[in-house]
């Protein structure tokens, strides 16, 4: 499913791994990450930061991931509306609230 479909205009579908977490190149743009308790609180500060409604890769995988679910769930008409729910929802600011 094109991400486009949902306004999503990233470069890549996964979310980079940021440089100031110690990694090595394995490749054809892959990356091993060498420091795995820094890259664990790194995703997990991104999380949180798209769960309170930043915008960024990790927002775009919260509302792709999302709008799929709801697609297939019927939950919306349409892969457009469903990513519409999302995004309504992360930018409210109240999903960050619910992890505890």
């Known amino acids: 499913i094109d991400p486009g479909m949902l306004g999503i205009n990233q ?21 091993c990450i060498t420091d795995i308790t820094a890259g664990a609180r790194k995703s997990a500060e991104l999380g949180m930061a798209a769960l309170s409604g930043e915008k960024g890769p990790t927002y775009d995988s919260l509302v792709y ?3 799929l679910v709801l697609s297939h769930l019927g939950r919306a008409a349409s892969l457009g509306e469903a990513g519409d729910q999302v995004r309504a ?12």
């Open 11 to 31: 470069d890549n579908r996964a979310v980079p791994v940021p440089d100031e977490i110690p990694q090595t190149a394995k490749g054809e743009g892959t990356v």
């Open 65 to 67: 991931a999302g709008a």
């Open 89 to 100: 929802l992360l930018d409210s600011g109240d999903v960050a609230g619910r992890v505890g």
